[in-house]
């Protein structure tokens, strides 16, 4: 079992930046592969970035690439998601999630959310 608690949301204006952290309980922080979703007002849930259980891999969705950064520290039990340039588009509840497999799917543990809304 693990525990994800976020923190980092807010309101931001276009064109700025938020950092979204996700900090995990117990020892075995680093056999989870982390990834970080979203849902939209109205929309389907959305896979956003994903880094592998060492933090050498990452992967993204093409709508945030060159923007958002996903990162890790193991020695802290924490992931991060470093979001520039925000766009309103970018407004949603932002969630991180655990899981054994690295990846776009199947995430076991999940955060409590965070909202980010973008100001156009």
């Known amino acids: 079992q693990v525990q994800l608690v976020q923190s980092g949301g807010g309101l931001v204006q276009a064109g700025g930046s938020l950092r979204l952290s996700c900090a995990a309980s117990?020892?075995?922080?680093?056999?989870?592969?982390m990834g970080w979703f979203r849902q939209a007002p109205g929309e389907e849930r959305e896979f956003v970035a994903a880094?592998?259980?060492?933090?050498?891999?990452?992967i993204y969705v093409d709508s945030v690439k060159g923007r958002f950064t996903v990162s890790r520290d193991n020695a802290k039990n924490t992931v991060y998601l470093q979001m520039n340039s925000l766009r309103p588009e970018d407004t949603a509840v932002y969630y991180c999630a655990a899981g054994v497999r690295y990846g776009s799917g199947q995430y076991n543990y999940w955060g409590q959310g965070t909202q980010v809304t973008v100001s156009s």
């Open positions: 117990g020892r075995a922080f680093s056999n989870y592969a």
């Open positions: 880094i592998s259980q060492s933090g050498r891999s990452t």
